[in-house]
């Protein structure tokens, strides 16, 4: 079991660009979700899935947010048009649905920094 | 809506026993979180709580739920240097296990 993996962990990028963030859950895990964390706050939900189906979107994912697994493996976050407010660490988490806890385990998140 | 606070900052002594408080608001919570974020990094499930339950002892760590108060505590026995970091407490809804709602973090600082 290797844990949750992201890449890449660091993106700088300027403003209008896109950027495209994959998420590797840990491999028997059904459940992948992503959540966004701002500087001094707890991190917010963004999405999730269960195998391939995106179940629940926030309204915080906004258009230019889209958010994929295809295979119901890896996941990727793309977004489009990226904006100054878009700098956060982007954490993806993954669950295996019947878990007595339904706990979440994290990966060493993705920080994107937007010029 | 759901709401998780939690305050900002706490020191204690090397050795020491730390208690880190939570409060929320949504009464359908099912399952309470403990996490732990060291600087720059994703955040380490520590333990959690079923809603049914009072009290969970894990190693160090306790964790006492109040439903009738809504408020959830971590108390870390001996606590080390390395106990210093940020400590989130989260919490999931009744019948959707999905989405996590967090407190913005206890910033716990273990002096020597």
């Known amino acids: 079991d290797t844990g949750v993996s992201q890449n890449p962990r660091h993106k700088i990028t300027k403003r209008g660009q896109n950027v495209t963030f994959r998420c590797d859950p840990i491999s028997e895990h059904n459940r992948l979700y992503w959540y966004r964390q701002t500087l001094g706050q707890g991190p917010e939900f963004l999405t999730y899935f269960q195998n391939e189906a995106q179940l629940e979107k926030s309204r915080l994912l906004s258009d230019r947010f889209s958010a994929e697994r295809p295979k119901g493996s890896f996941s990727t976050l793309e977004i489009q048009r990226t904006e100054q407010g878009d700098s956060a660490m982007y954490l993806c988490?993954?669950?295996?649905?019947?878990?007595?806890?339904?706990?979440?385990?994290f990966g060493p998140g993705t920080r994107l920094t937007v010029t | 809506g759901e709401d998780v606070e939690q305050s900002l900052f706490l020191s204690v002594r090397e050795g020491d026993s730390s208690v880190i408080n939570c409060t929320y608001t949504?009464?359908?919570?099912?399952?309470l979180y403990w996490y732990k974020q060291e600087p720059g990094a994703g955040l380490q499930l520590l333990t959690y709580?079923?809603?049914?339950?009072d009290m969970k002892q894990d190693q160090r760590l306790t964790v006492l739920l109040n439903k009738k108060d809504k408020h959830l505590s971590l108390r870390i026995a001996d606590t080390q240097t390395g106990d210093s970091a940020i400590y989130f407490c989260a919490e999931t809804a009744y019948g959707t296990a999905s989405k996590l709602t967090f407190g913005t973090g206890t910033r716990l600082q273990v002096t020597l």
């Open positions: 988490a993954s669950s295996l649905v019947w878990a007595e806890g339904y706990e979440q385990y």
């Open positions: 709580i079923f809603s049914n339950m």
């Open positions: 949504d009464s359908s919570s099912t399952y």
